[in-house]
């Protein structure tokens, strides 16, 4: 099989670029190793920024998202028995996010890809990515009980921090930044209405809380817990009691409680594989960088990176340059590090670090009360929360 892009994975950098490239008419062929339920229920992000949000509805793909997603226009940041709202449009200059399941936005992207006519292949998984660096790469995969070959002019890996792309690198011609962290995430789904009408990261000396939702029936709820953490130890009535203990404040009723329909830990780090690009071979999303989750940066900067290759494609197509797809790397990887940076911060201001000590302690809340009492500091947050511009915007 012969295509012009090759895509590896169909979470939501892979099948948004499939839909990006069709609307450009580039074609593409999307490989994805699960099947479709798979990718289509597996729990992850909720938190769109204003351009992610607006790319999709350019896209064509935003009509569900306008009619079920949430706007929501600010945060609650609770620590040291106090409540502080961030206010985003004030902030940004009308800007805001939408809680809008990734899962759903899959399910959306999924429908058009088909709808179109694909080609999108479920259970093929890639097994290698050969002669990345000549002008016909190709994508050895495995399908339907055979081993066959996806002939391109250009690869694009969104396979996920565990897939195949960035094995591709010759030794020598890539470096990886990697940090972790003491703690990992419990988060759960609960069959209940969100206790608050926005999103509420807490500070509590026991450990870092966060009430969010899906929907307006259903909450998601997180709670900081050590590394390695086995979630079925935590009974529901410890997650209710625990989350009301960090997020209480002097006044606040407790949590409505209902029924936890699902449960996962999931382990916090920051990595960055540079450059994100070896000859035709391009790696996009998860693949190339991962954000600890504190910040919501991770689907939003895997959209980033696909903005920016289709745009790099569409302009070689219609002008001959290849400037912009030759800055890829660079323009991809400015925007990464600063996400790098607020994932880190945010994260390190919210959690307990195990090790820490009083004097960090006195530190976080210092940071928090600036936030507070600052504009300068809340224009920041508020910033970076609703998401810094894409590359060639
Ligand atoms: P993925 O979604 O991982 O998709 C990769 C795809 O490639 C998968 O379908 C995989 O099956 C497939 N694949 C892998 N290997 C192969 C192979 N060899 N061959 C073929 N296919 C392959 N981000 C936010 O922006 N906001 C949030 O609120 C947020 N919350 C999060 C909460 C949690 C608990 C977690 C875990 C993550 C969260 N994230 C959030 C991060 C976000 O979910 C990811 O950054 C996002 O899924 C990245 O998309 P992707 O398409 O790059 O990778
Ligand atoms: C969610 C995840 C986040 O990391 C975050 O900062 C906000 C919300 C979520 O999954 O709902």
């Known amino acids: 099989m012969r295509t012009t892009v090759g895509i590896i994975g169909a979470g939501p950098a892979g099948l948004l670029l499939a839909r990006l490239l069709h609307l450009r008419g580039v074609d593409s062929v999307v490989l994805e190793a699960r099947d479709r339920a798979y990718c289509e229920q597996r729990q992850r992000a909720g938190i769109l920024e204003q351009g992610t949000a607006d790319v999709l509805r350019a896209a064509g793909a935003g009509a569900r998202m306008d009619r079920e997603g949430l706007p929501h226009n600010g945060i609650e940041l609770r620590f040291d028995g106090r409540r502080h709202r961030i206010d985003f449009p004030s902030l940004t200059g009308g800007r805001a996010v939408t809680v809008y399941p990734q899962t759903e936005v899959v399910k959306d992207l999924i429908a058009l890809r088909l709808a179109e006519g694909g080609p999108l292949f479920f259970e093929a998984e890639a097994l290698a990515v ?70 509420v990261y807490a500070r509590h000396e026991r450990g870092f809380a966060l009430l969010s939702m899906r929907s307006l029936e259903l909450s998601r709820l997180y709670l900081q817990v050590p590394a390695g953490t086995d979630a079925a130890r935590w009974s529901d009535e410890a997650v209710w009691d625990e989350l009301d203990h960090r997020t209480g404040t002097p006044g606040a009723g407790r949590l409505e409680r209902g029924p936890i329909t699902s449960r996962s830990v999931t382990a916090m780090r920051s990595l960055v594989h540079e450059p994100m690009r070896y000859g035709n071979l391009f790696l996009a999303g998860d693949a190339a960088h991962i954000v600890p989750p504190t910040g919501a940066k991770g689907l939003n900067l895997a959209v980033g990176d696909v903005v920016a290759f289709a745009r790099g494609l569409a302009h070689e197509r219609r002008t001959g340059s290849s400037r912009h797809l030759d800055a890829y790397s660079e323009l991809c990887l400015r925007r990464v590090w600063q996400a790098e940076r607020f994932s880190y911060s945010l994260t390190t201001v919210l959690h307990r670090d195990p090790e820490g000590t009083e004097f960090d302690d006195r530190l976080q809340l210092a940071r928090l009360d600036r936030i507070a009492t600052a504009r300068s500091a809340a224009t920041h947050l508020a910033e970076n929360y609703t998401g810094l511009p894409f590359p060639l915007d």
């Open 130 to 199: 050969e002669d990345a660096e000549s002008p016909s790469p190709r994508v050895r995969y495995r399908h339907e009980g055979g081993e066959r070959q996806l002939e391109c002019d250009y690869v694009v890996a969104c396979d996920g921090s565990w897939g195949v792309g960035r094995s591709a690198f010759p030794a020598g011609t890539a470096r990886v930044f990697e940090r972790g962290y003491p703690y990992a995430w419990l988060g759960v789904l609960a069959e209940t209405p969100p206790s608050s009408a926005e999103l």
